[in-house]
């Protein structure tokens, strides 16, 4: 069966600059949210969206931003990169109120 | 690749039973593996974790050890509450290279604590 896919699965990038991340959740899911966690924290819920629209948001920076688009798939995307942002971002899909899929995360290092 | 099998549930079970909820997981090495629990409403936190083999990880009650001879991860709880009504996770976390590390969920199961 499909899963939530994730891209890229690492990502290495300098203070300042920005980064996309891709998340393509489960077919016919329409519902997505964005976690970030860093080393031995919990994770952190960013923001998510239902029927590409916003439907909640939690503790993402100003300097992120996301959307989701026609096709479901959502894109988070981080500008003016930090030393600590530097964590996994892992994406989770689900169909209207059933279970969580989550995919297996996207691995930032910003140096 | 890397799989966590878990039991789908929905589990229900009353107030102050013994809970057990079964995780199995695929991996080479030694990874990490992890119990996530989700509560209504609210988002995802770590609920316990172990980093190697006969480690266990113990929270709020609940426990879970890391038997690499079965590569299993099973949840326990003496005593539930209403309380502890949510969905849990199993993960694991392995070393993918590069200073990376990849996290593999389980499905959830869902738990139902009645008074």
């Known amino acids: 069966a499909a899963g939530v896919i994730q891209s890229p699965r690492h990502l290495i990038k300098e203070k300042r600059e920005t980064a996309t991340l891709k998340c393509y959740p489960i077919?016919?899911?329409?519902?997505v949210y964005w976690y970030q966690q860093g080393p031995g924290q919990d994770p952190q819920f960013l923001i998510s969206?239902?029927?590409?629209?916003?439907?909640d948001k939690g503790s993402i920076p100003d300097r992120f931003s996301a959307q989701q688009f026609s096709d479901y798939h959502s894109e988070l995307n981080m500008s003016s990169l930090e030393l600590g942002d530097s964590a996994l971002y892992f994406c989770a899909s689900r169909q209207f109120n059933e279970k969580l899929f989550f995919g297996s995360g996207t691995q930032l290092s910003v140096l | 690749g890397n799989s966590v099998t878990q039991m789908e549930g929905p589990v229900t079970l009353s107030e102050e039973a013994f809970l057990t909820i079964n995780c199995t997981y695929t991996a080479t090495g030694y990874p990490s593996l992890f119990w996530y629990v989700q509560y209504p409403g609210e988002g995802l936190q770590l609920l316990l974790k172990a980093t190697k083999a006969d480690d266990k990880g113990s929270n709020k009650g609940f426990e879970a050890t890391y038997r690499k001879e079965t590569t299993s991860f099973h949840l326990e709880k003496g005593s539930v509450q209403v309380s502890d009504s949510a969905v849990y996770f199993c993960a694991l976390s392995q070393y993918s290279g590069a200073g990376s590390y990849q996290l593999t969920f389980g499905k959830g199961t869902k738990l139902s604590v009645i008074p």
């Open positions: 077919p016919r899911h329409d519902t």
């Open positions: 969206f239902y029927e590409k629209m916003q439907s």
